[in-house]
């Protein structure tokens, strides 16, 4: 396919699936771009990590690099750029004696600042102050165009990139942002220019990750109603791998409205669960020694709601199996055939009665006389 055909990703992505393939790489089930290879009578794996036409080669020894190179290098016409620096926008540092590594955007940062004429502004410790943001009540028409729109869905658009590469600390102003993109008002477009502010001051900050051991461990949290637009709860989570800094997080709004702190943290452990799940399968796939045991240590969620844990450590409320076919309350989900219904009705007890009634019974359905 040409380039810039639609079709031209496609073609080359399923040419790249072929030859990994071909060199004995298998395709993630949890992330397609991520490759792995064990080789026979090796205790080690390869892998290289894929986005669109650059990869990432990772090795046990350099002499397993430089033949994955090779062979690469007979089917494609490639460009070999060395140890990695930089990658994806990301400058990367390695700590050999730690075994870390650093990331930060710190050319992408002053790129943003240097976009919107904040290269020289004076830096905020916080990326966002207390203020509530509300909706901006001018409407926005093609007739008298809202001035904020254009400069803040740029200047959101770019904290975004950061937020999820490398800038936990500032998700929650990003995702708070994010709700006004539609219709910006000057107070919104200040608190995103806040965020630059605050970027200002830490342009040269960067994430460590790895360590000495692979323990995963999360942390999760919610902020109970405290939107004043719809006032649906905020999930928070972060999952760490060793003794570093963060693989994963997310600040977002849950999708319903929570009754309670409870609650709402509850809806956020569920979330956090789901992250957990897939991060244990993934270092499986991964083939991480600690993580191919079926009795490997199980996974802490730290949370500082008590509510919250004595409610998933109740020892007052037991589940227990029960097939599909005897649960009742499946007729509550969805439309069933007739001897299910039948089968469900008779187990709510709904059904022909003889119509004799005793007399007790007839004096309890009466009402009481007046005194």
Request: hydrophobic letters at 35%; aromatic letters at 8%.
């Amino acid at each position: 396919a040409l380039y810039g055909l639609k079709q031209a990703p496609r073609k080359w992505y399923s040419l790249l699936h072929k030859e990994l393939t071909s060199l004995g790489f298998k395709r993630l089930a949890n992330d397609n771009a991520v490759y792995i290879r064990t080789l026979p009578k090796s205790d080690s794996s390869q892998y290289i990590s894929v986005y669109v036409d650059d990869l990432l080669i990772f090795a046990k020894t350099k002499s397993e690099i430089s033949s994955i190179k090779t062979s690469l290098h007979n089917e494609f016409n490639m460009t070999d750029l060395g140890e990695v620096n930089h990658y994806l926008g990301m400058r990367v540092r390695r700590d050999y004696s730690r075994h870390v590594i650093y990331l930060d955007q710190e050319s992408y940062v002053n790129d943003i600042l240097e976009r919107f004429g904040m290269q020289d502004c004076k830096p905020v410790n916080t990326p966002m102050d207390r203020t509530k943001l509300e909706p901006y009540e001018v409407e926005n028409t093609k007739t008298s165009p809202n001035p904020q729109e254009g400069e803040y869905r740029k200047i959101v658009g770019s904290l975004v990139y950061l937020m999820i590469c490398t800038r936990p600390d500032i998700a929650v102003a990003v995702s708070m942002l994010s709700r006004f993109a539609s219709n910006p008002s000057p107070q919104h477009l200040q608190a995103a220019k806040r965020v630059l502010r605050y970027l200002r001051g830490t342009s040269d900050y960067s994430l460590c990750i790895g360590g000495n051991n692979v323990t995963l461990h999360g942390y999760s949290d919610a902020d109970w109603g405290n939107n004043i637009i719809d006032r649906r709860s905020i999930t928070g989570y972060l999952f760490y791998i060793g003794n570093a800094g963060p693989v994963t997080w997310a600040s977002k709004r849950q999708p319903t409205v929570a009754l309670s702190s409870t609650e709402a943290e509850y809806m956020a452990l569920s979330f956090a669960t789901q992250e957990t799940i897939w991060l244990c399968s993934l270092l499986q796939e991964l083939q991480i020694p600690e993580y191919l045991d079926e009795n490997a240590r199980p996974t802490t969620i730290y949370e500082d709601n008590q509510s919250c844990i004595s409610l998933a450590m109740n020892p007052e409320i037991h589940l227990e199996y029960l097939p599909t076919a005897e649960m009742v309350a499946n007729s509550l989900t969805k439309p069933l055939p007739a001897p299910a219904i039948t089968h469900h009705r008779e187990n709510m007890c709904i059904k022909h009665h003889d119509n004799t009634i005793t007399p007790t019974t007839k004096a309890s359905m009466t009402e009481l006389p007046d005194e």
